[in-house]
Nanobody, 122 residues
């Protein structure tokens, strides 16, 4: 059974940094694109980044200068480094997976984690 477990969220002051983790199991990690999404209160869920096993990455324009996605294929884990946190980064962050050869924006995803909450205090 495919499973994605996010961790690393919490309360942080504006300007600080966080590293979110997404641990994957139950599917062939190298065959899947892993994406990160976020949903702020009262807002739609938005895609922020993805990565594929060939190293291709994608970022939403709104975050590309502050977010960095990386992958440890030996651990089946994807990370999202968030720097210079802003109040508007407050959201539940989800990771998701889809069997697809290369990361790009606009993909639909098959498997989802439960999310990790990020609160940014201003």
């Amino acid at each position: 059974e495919a499973q994605l477990v996010e961790s690393g969220g919490g309360l942080v002051q504006a300007g600080g940094s966080l590293r979110l983790s997404c641990a994957a199991s139950g599917f062939t990690f190298d065959d899947h694109v892993i994406g990160w999404f976020r949903q702020a209160p009262g807002a739609y869920r938005e895609g922020v980044s993805c990565i594929s096993s060939d190293g291709t990455t994608w970022y939403a324009q709104s975050v590309q200068d502050r977010f960095t996605i990386s992958s440890d294929n030996a651990k089946n884990t994807v990370y999202l480094q968030i720097n210079s946190l802003k109040f508007e980064d407050t959201a539940v962050y989800y990771c998701a997976a889809v069997p697809y050869p290369r990361c790009r924006g606009g993909l639909g995803y098959d498997y989802w984690g439960q999310g990790t909450q990020v609160f940014v205090s201003s």
